[in-house]
C-alpha cells in the first residue's frame, strides 16, 4: 500500500470512529452525540449519555483495556462483552449510572431496560417468569412492541446486575433503556431482517428453478438411475440449502435451542425440526442417489417464513415509533444557568433539579417541565397531545418536557425533571397500560406452549403410523406436518394488531393506560358524559352574584373562596379565581365531592355547593329555589347559606369544548344511540346542554354515588357502558364503567384512574378510537379464526400425506403472511384530517408565533 493510500485509509477510519459510538459501535449521525471522553489515548464519541457513563464507569475501574482487546466488527458482539465486564464490575449497580434510568417508588426500585433478541410472545413469557422467580424481583412487565422491560425489585435483597445477568443467563440481553439507541437497535433488526430476506430469495430461486425443471425432466430412467445434471443439480441444491439454513433461517435455530435449553416449547422448535428432518432426508436422498429431495420446501420455508416475520418486524417498528418517540422528546443535555453565574453551562438533563433555570433557543427541545420566567414564544406539543397547531407561552405559563421551542429564545424554571415530567409519567402510563393485555391475548399467550407440544405429538404420530402403513412416505408426512402447522400465526394475532392500535390511538392523541379494556371500548352501545369539565371546557367563570340579605358581594366572595380551598372542582377554582383579598380562617372543613363544601368561619357554619346539599348540611327546612331567569340562561348556580338560610347565590357560565357539537352525530354513525349526559347541576341547565348537543337522555341533581347507580342500573339492563369524565369527582363511576375515558386537563397525570387519556382534551377523538377499537377487534377475532381454522383443516390433511411438503412450506408461510398483513390493516386506516399530519415520524416545521396569532 502507497503513503497516499495509507493516508487516506486512516482518514476514512478516522471518519467512521468520529460517526460511531465508541462504547456500543452504533451510528451517531443525526443525532445530538453526548460529551466526548478520553480513552486509550484518544477523545471518543458517543451516541448518547447512557454510553458515555458506563465507558467512564469502566475506565474509572481500571478496565480499559476491555476497548483495547474486544472485536470492532459487530456491535451485537460488543453488547454480549459487555455483559461479561458486568459480572465483574456491577457496572450498573452504582447510584451515578442509575441515576439516568432507574426510579425510587418508596422502598422499592423502577428501572427502564432494553431487551434484546426478542422474537415472539413466548420470549417475552419466558423473561417474565424467569425474572419474576428471582429472589427479590417484585414485579416485571415487557412491552412487545418496544420491547422495552420494566422491573421493579427491593434493593436490600438483589442488585440490578443480578438481574441484568439473570437475563443473560436464558440467552438475552437487557440493557439500560435509551430511545435513541432503541431506534438504531430498530433500525438495525430491520436492515438484518432485509438483508436475510434478499439473501434467501436470490438463493432460494436458484434452488427453485432446479426443483421446477426436474418435475418435468429429471426422472429416472428404466434402471431407477437419476441423469447426471440431476445429480449434480442436488449437490448444488444442497449447498445452497445449507448456505441458506447457516445464515437466513440462522435466528430459527438459535431460537429453537434457547427454548430447549430452557425447557420451553418455542414456535421455532417446530420450524427447526422440520428443517433438519427435510435437510437431512435430502441429504440420504443425494447421496445415495435414490428417494426424495425437498429442496424446494426448505427454500420456499425459509423464504416465506422470513417474509412474515419482517412484515410483522416492520409492522412492531412503526407501531411502537410514536411511542418511542415520547421517550426521545426530551434531548438528552441542557443549557443551565448556576446562580450567580453569567453564562449558560451544558448539562446533561438527569442532573437538572426544582428551580434550576434553563434555556431554550428556537428550535430546541424543552429539557423539563417549568414555569416560563423570561421570554414568549410558540410551543410544538404535538408528541404530548397529538395537536399540529403551536401553542403560545408567555412569562408565568407553564411548558413541558419535550415541548419544541418555536421562535423566541425562552428561560425556563424547572418544576419537574427527569422521570417526574409530564412525558416520562405518559411514557410510564402507556407502558403499564399496554401490559395489561386483553383476555384474548392471555389466551394465546398460554396457549402456544401447548399448540406446539400438540404439532410434535402429532407430528410423532405421523412418523410411526406411516412408517408401518407407508414406509416409502413417512418423512414426506412428517415433514409436511412439522411445516404445515402455523402456531405462529396464532400468536401473532393479537400482538401485532395491539401494537398497531396502540400506535394509532397516540396518533389520535389518547393514551391507552389498559388495553385489556379495548374490547369493552369496541362492544360499548351507550356513551354517558359528564358535564362540567367534559363537555364544557372545565374552565367556568363567575358570571353573576346576588345577595340575598345582609351580606356584601365582596363578603361573599371571601367567605365562598375559603371554603372553595377544599375541592378541586372546576366551579371552586372559578370562585377563587373571582375573590380578591385573603381567605378567612377556616376551621372544621369539610368537602362533599360533587355536592358541596362546609366549615366553621368565625362563630357561624357555612355550606356552599348545591342547594339540597346546602339545606341538608345546615339543616334548612326545605332546599333553596333558584331564580327562574339564571336557570333560562343556562348558567350552573351555587348557593352559600349559614344556618339563618341562604345567602347569596353564585352562577357560573362555562363554554362548550370543542367537537363536543359534533358528538351526537359521529356516535350515530357507529350505531351508538344511546348517549346520556349525568350531571350534579341544576336540571334546566341540564336540560338545556342535552338538547343543543341532541343528546338522548340527562340526568341532572346526580351526586357521585347517583351516577353510579344510574351506570349499575344500565349495566343490569346488559348495555355495555363507556364512561367519560374529567377524573375528579367521577372516580368511582370510571372505576366501575365497562370503559372509560378521562381528560388530561381535569386530573392530575398521578392520579389517573381511567382505562384511556385525552391528552388534546378534543372529544372528537372519541368516534375515530371507537371506530378503531372495533377494528382491532376485528382482526384480532379474524385471525384467531384463521389460524384456528387452518390448523384444524391442515394437520389432518398432511398427517394422512394428502399435502406434500412443498405445499405444506407454502401453506404454513401465506398463512402467517396472511395474519401478520390482516393484523398490519388497521395502520392504513385514515385518519381524520387534523391527526393525519400527525401520524408521520418525520419532522416538521415548528409555526412561529406570528403565524400561531394569526
Not at 421493579?152 to 435513541?180: M, N, Q
Not at 428443517?275 to 426448505?298: C, K, M, N, Q
Not at 378521562?742 to 372528537?764: C, E, H, I, K, R
Request: aromatic share 6%.
Amino acid at each position: 500500500m502507497t503513503g497516499l493510500a495509507r493516508a487516506e485509509a486512516d482518514i476514512t477510519e478516522e471518519q467512521h470512529r468520529a460517526s460511531t459510538c465508541f462504547h456500543c459501535g452504533l451510528e451517531i449521525a443525526g443525532r445530538r452525540a453526548a460529551p466526548g471522553l478520553r480513552v486509550l489515548g484518544e477523545e471518543r464519541a458517543f451516541c448518547c449519555t447512557g454510553c458515555r457513563q458506563v465507558c467512564k464507569a469502566i475506565v474509572d475501574a481500571g478496565l480499559e483495556d476491555y476497548y483495547r482487546h474486544r472485536s470492532h466488527s459487530d456491535a451485537r458482539t460488543q453488547r454480549r462483552d459487555l455483559s461479561g465486564v458486568l459480572e465483574r464490575l456491577a457496572v450498573f449497580d452504582r447510584p451515578e449510572i442509575q441515576r439516568g434510568f432507574v426510579r425510587e417508588t418508596g422502598p422499592w426500585r423502577e428501572a427502564s431496560l432494553l431487551l434484546e433478541d426478542i422474537r415472539c410472545p413466548a420470549c417475552l413469557w419466558l423473561n417474565e417468569r424467569h425474572l419474576r422467580r428471582q429472589p427479590g424481583v417484585l414485579d416485571v412487565s415487557i412491552d412487545s412492541t418496544t420491547q422495552r422491560m420494566r422491573v421493579r425489585w427491593d434493593p436490600d435483597a438483589v442488585r440490578l446486575s443480578e438481574i441484568l445477568r439473570a437475563v443473560a443467563a436464558i440467552g438475552y440481553i437487557a440493557h439500560p433503556y435509551d430511545a435513541a439507541h432503541s431506534e438504531r437497535l430498530s433500525q438495525a433488526r430491520r436492515h438484518r431482517s432485509i438483508e436475510r430476506l434478499i439473501f434467501a430469495g436470490a438463493l432460494g430461486m436458484a434452488v427453485m428453478h432446479f426443483s421446477l425443471a426436474t418435475y418435468f425432466m429429471g426422472r429416472p430412467d428404466a434402471a431407477g438411475a437419476l441423469p447426471l445434471w440431476v445429480g449434480i443439480g442436488r449437490w448444488t441444491s444442497l449447498f445452497v440449502c445449507l448456505t441458506l439454513l447457516v445464515y437466513p433461517a440462522q435466528d430459527f435455530w438459535v431460537g429453537a435451542w434457547t427454548d430447549l435449553r430452557n425447557r420451553r416449547l418455542g414456535m421455532d422448535i417446530p420450524i427447526a425440526l422440520a428443517l433438519a428432518l427435510a435437510f437431512l432426508g435430502s441429504l440420504r436422498a443425494t447421496a445415495t442417489g435414490r428417494g426424495e429431495v425437498y429442496f424446494d420446501s426448505i427454500a420456499m420455508f425459509v423464504f416465506f417464513v422470513l417474509l412474515a416475520r419482517h412484515w410483522e418486524t416492520r409492522g412492531r417498528i412503526r407501531a411502537a415509533d410514536r411511542l418511542d418517540r415520547l421517550a426521545m422528546a426530551v434531548p438528552a443535555m441542557a443549557w443551565r444557568k448556576e446562580p450567580g453565574a453569567d453564562h449558560w453551562q451544558s448539562v446533561p438533563v438527569m442532573d437538572l433539579g426544582p428551580g434550576d433555570l434553563v434555556r431554550a433557543l428556537p428550535g430546541e427541545k424543552v429539557p423539563a417541565d417549568g414555569l416560563i420566567v423570561e421570554g414568549r414564544s410558540s410551543f410544538d406539543e404535538s408528541l404530548l397531545t397529538g395537536e399540529s397547531e403551536p401553542v403560545l407561552r408567555g412569562s408565568g405559563d407553564k411548558v413541558v418536557a419535550g415541548a419544541v421551542n418555536g421562535d423566541q429564545r425562552v428561560v425556563v424554571r424547572v418544576t419537574e425533571a427527569g422521570e417526574g415530567t409530564a412525558i416520562k409519567q405518559i411514557r410510564r402510563m402507556v407502558e403499564n397500560g399496554l401490559a395489561q393485555r386483553p383476555r384474548s391475548a392471555q389466551l394465546t399467550e398460554r396457549l402456544a406452549a401447548g399448540i406446539v407440544g400438540a404439532v410434535l405429538l402429532i407430528a410423532g404420530a405421523a412418523a410411526l403410523i406411516g412408517w408401518h402403513v407407508a414406509p416409502d412416505h413417512w418423512l414426506d408426512r412428517t415433514i409436511a406436518v412439522l411445516m404445515v402447522t402455523c402456531p405462529c400465526a396464532l400468536a401473532l394475532a393479537t400482538p401485532v394488531a395491539l401494537a398497531v392500535c396502540a400506535g394509532r390511538l397516540a396518533a389520535l392523541g389518547i393514551l391507552p393506560l389498559r388495553m385489556a379494556a379495548l374490547e369493552a371500548l369496541a362492544r360499548a352501545d351507550v356513551l354517558a358524559f359528564d358535564k362540567t369539565g367534559t363537555l364544557t371546557a372545565g374552565r367556568p367563570s363567575l358570571a353573576a352574584v346576588r345577595t340575598l340579605n345582609d351580606l356584601t358581594e365582596a363578603q361573599s366572595l371571601r367567605i365562598t373562596a375559603t371554603l372553595s380551598g377544599l375541592s378541586e372542582h372546576p366551579l371552586a377554582k372559578a370562585t377563587r379565581a373571582a375573590a380578591a383579598g385573603a381567605h378567612l380562617p377556616l376551621e372544621n372543613g369539610e368537602n362533599a365531592p360533587g355536592s358541596g363544601v362546609s366549615g366553621r368561619i368565625g362563630d357561624e357554619r357555612w355550606a356552599f355547593g348545591k342547594p339540597a346539599f346546602v339545606a341538608a348540611t345546615l339543616g334548612h327546612p326545605a332546599q333553596e329555589t333558584i331564580p327562574a331567569d339564571l336557570l333560562r340562561a343556562g348558567y350552573s348556580v351555587s348557593v352559600l347559606g349559614n344556618s339563618r338560610g341562604a345567602q347569596a347565590l353564585l352562577a357560573f357560565a362555562d363554554e362548550l369544548r370543542p367537537g363536543a357539537r359534533d358528538l351526537a352525530p359521529s356516535l350515530a354513525d357507529l350505531g351508538i344511540a344511546h348517549v346520556a349526559l349525568l350531571s350534579g347541576d341544576n336540571r334546566q341547565s341540564v336540560d338545556r346542554l342535552a338538547a343543543d348537543l341532541g343528546l338522548g337522555e340527562a340526568q341532572s341533581g346526580l351526586s357521585p354515588q347517583g351516577k353510579l347507580s344510574w351506570l349499575r342500573a344500565r349495566q343490569g339492563e346488559g348495555h355495555r357502558v363507556v364512561m367519560i369524565g374529567d377524573g375528579i369527582n367521577d372516580a368511582p363511576t370510571l372505576a366501575a364503567a365497562d370503559a372509560s375515558v378521562s381528560l388530561a386537563d381535569a386530573t392530575d397525570l398521578a392520579g389517573v384512574s381511567s382505562d384511556f387519556l385525552l391528552l388534546n382534551n378534543q372529544l372528537s377523538a372519541l368516534a375515530p378510537a371507537i371506530r378503531l377499537a372495533r377494528q382491532t377487534r376485528r382482526v384480532i377475532r379474524q385471525n384467531l379464526a384463521w389460524a384456528a381454522a387452518y390448523n384444524l383443516l391442515a394437520v389432518p390433511l398432511a398427517a394422512a400425506g394428502l399435502i406434500p411438503p412443498w405445499a405444506a412450506a407454502l401453506g404454513m408461510s401465506a398463512s402467517s403472511l396472511l395474519v401478520v398483513l390482516n393484523a398490519l390493516r388497521p395502520q392504513k386506516e385514515a385518519l381524520p384530517a387534523r391527526w393525519a399530519a400527525n401520524d408521520s415520524a418525520g419532522p416538521r416545521r415548528v409555526p412561529t408565533a406570528a403565524s400561531a396569532s394569526r
